[in-house]
T-cell receptor
Framework: AQSVTQLDSQVPVFEEAPVELRCNYS??????LFWYVQYPNQGLQLLLK??????LVKGINGFEAEFNKSQTSFHLRKPSVHISDTAEYFC????????????FGAGTRLTVKP | DADVTQTPRNRITKTGKRIMLECSQT?????MYWYRQDPGLGLRLIYY???????NKGEISDGYSVSRQAQAKFSLSLESAIPNQTALYFC???????????FGPGTRLTVL
């Protein structure tokens, strides 16, 4: 079965600085990849997804991620963060042709400081 | 209106009690899921259903049961709640094509 590792549990960063949240996955087949964001006391909402095609995926709120098949990674980036980006971010993987479930990483808490 | 709703939003119960968490959706998706979220563990799948007659166990189904009453409704039951079931529970739906999940707002359950 597929698995996901988010390499950083917490990432503190100053406002307007760039940020990268790292995600690696393991799977024996092709995958779909997702990043979700969870603001305090809320559910998860989709930031972006990779299904096929271009490996650079753009999402909401200025985030983007790049699918790297050789390194089995799907890192999330933003060139300039805002205070409002403070949240928990989850990477998730689902195997193509095996749509029984989605596996989530443990999450990365991004804290943006003024 | 929200596409995926969960009731109750918060619940405090005692060890040994039976409780039910409910989920409804208006997205028209066939697939529905129940997850629990614990700090540092991300989301773990409890049960999933691909249609009304298709229900499957997920990663951590022990101590839980589910019922798919209709395409739009999927309930999670704890037959005899225990303290380590204290967690945040999420319902989600997805289309058949790619498993993208759409989440409800969550239910915070505390078992004393």
């Amino acid at each position: 079965a597929q698995s996901v590792t988010q390499l950083d549990s917490q990432v503190p960063v100053f406002e307007e600085a760039p940020v990268e949240l790292r995600c690696n996955y393991s799977s024996s087949v092709s995958v779909y990849l997702f990043w979700y964001v969870q603001y305090p006391n809320q559910g998860l909402q989709l930031l972006l997804k990779y299904l096929s095609g271009s490996t650079l995926v753009k999402g909401i709120n200025g985030f983007e991620a790049e699918f790297n098949k050789s390194q089995t990674s799907f890192h999330l980036r933003k060139p300039s963060v805002h205070i409002s980006d403070t949240a928990e971010y989850f990477c998730a993987v689902s195997e193509k042709g095996n749509n029984n479930d989605m596996r989530f990483g443990a999450g990365t808490r991004l804290t943006v400081k003024p | 209106d929200a596409d995926v709703t969960q009731t109750p939003r918060n619940r405090i119960t005692k060890t040994g009690k039976r409780i039910m968490l409910e989920c409804s959706q208006t997205k028209g998706h066939d697939r529905m899921y129940w997850y629990r979220q614990d700090p540092g563990l991300g989301l773990r799948l409890i049960y999933y259903s691909f249609d009304v007659k298709d229900i499957n166990k997920g990663e951590i189904s022990d101590g839980y049961s589910v019922s798919r009453q209709a395409q739009a409704k999927f309930s999670l039951s704890l037959e005899s709640a225990i303290p380590n079931q204290t967690a945040l529970y999420f319902c989600a739906t997805s289309p058949r094509e790619n498993n993208e999940q759409f989440f409800g707002p969550g239910t915070r359950l505390t078992v004393l």
